[in-house]
């Protein structure tokens, strides 16, 4: 996320149509709070911390100490992790050229609700480690069973109609590269651009199996309380053009909040482990 210098024709076009900008923003920031946009990042902050704390008892002597946790902590600020998201899946969905009349109908019936607040409460469940496994060993016994569970069927067909996989692991290929940059610059390690990708791209096989069981035992855990009507009108919704828009703007907006962290963790961990050499 670069700044640039605008061309003046660019910038007064801006100031022309800010209304109209901030009018879409608006919208845009009424569906994201439908779809629990601020609870959502506050379970992506407390992985965030765990990750954080991995990251310092695999690369930093002594764990990196208060001084690590404080730096992460700032890292995963809530309040620009959602404004990022926002600005994020605002741009993405202005190119869109759709309305969002009929999500946000969705998104305000009693199932659309109970759809979001299942998806987050098992988000949340899974930062446990024993959770996250539970989940994924019966989605492994589920898939492992004879014949065709119409659950798990239309669970296949959401994540099929909006490319969940590659979308999930594009971004974190690209996430991981951030991070390497991060370290790099940081002056941790010298590599070119051409071994970044290499090291990541050797990753992809592993990061497309891991994510495909991941994305499964999670919709699994979420919506096993969901009424199977309820979750058959859902998918129907996110396979629709509309549906598969919305889907396309929240990884835009994630995407863009998940390169920044990683960059800013890449270089942070890196002038603790250079500190620490001095």
Known sequence: MLHRILPLATAAALTLTSPVWAQATRA????????????????????????????AADMLPGGGGRSWTEVVQRIYDTERMEATVRNG????????????????????????REVIRLEISAREAMIDDSVEEAAREAYRDSADETGTDSR???????????????????GAMNSS???????????????????????VWDSEADNRSDTREW???????????????????????ASSDQGRALNRALFAGFDRMYGE????????LARQMTAQEL
């Open 28 to 55: 845009t920031d009424a569906l994201l709070d439908q779809l629990g946009l601020p609870e959502t990042v506050a379970v992506m902050r407390q992985e965030g911390l765990d990750y954080g704390a991995e990251l």
């Open 89 to 112: 899946f605002a741009s993405a969905w202005a190119d869109e050229n759709l309305s969002l009349e009929e999500l946000a109908a969705f998104f305000a019936t009693e199932a659309g």
């Open 152 to 170: 798990l069927q239309l669970i296949s067909d959401f994540i099929e109609a909006n490319d969940l996989i590659d979308a999930n692991v594009v």
């Open 177 to 199: 590269y951030e991070f390497y940059a991060g370290l790099v610059d940081g002056g941790a390690f010298e590599m070119s651009e051409e071994e970044i990708l290499e090291v």
């Open 215 to 237: 994305l499964f035992a999670y919709m699994m855990l979420a919506y096993r309380p969901l009424e199977e009507a309820a979750l058959r009108d859902y998918v129907e919704m």
């Open 261 to 268: 962290i990683s960059y800013a963790l890449g270089l942070a």
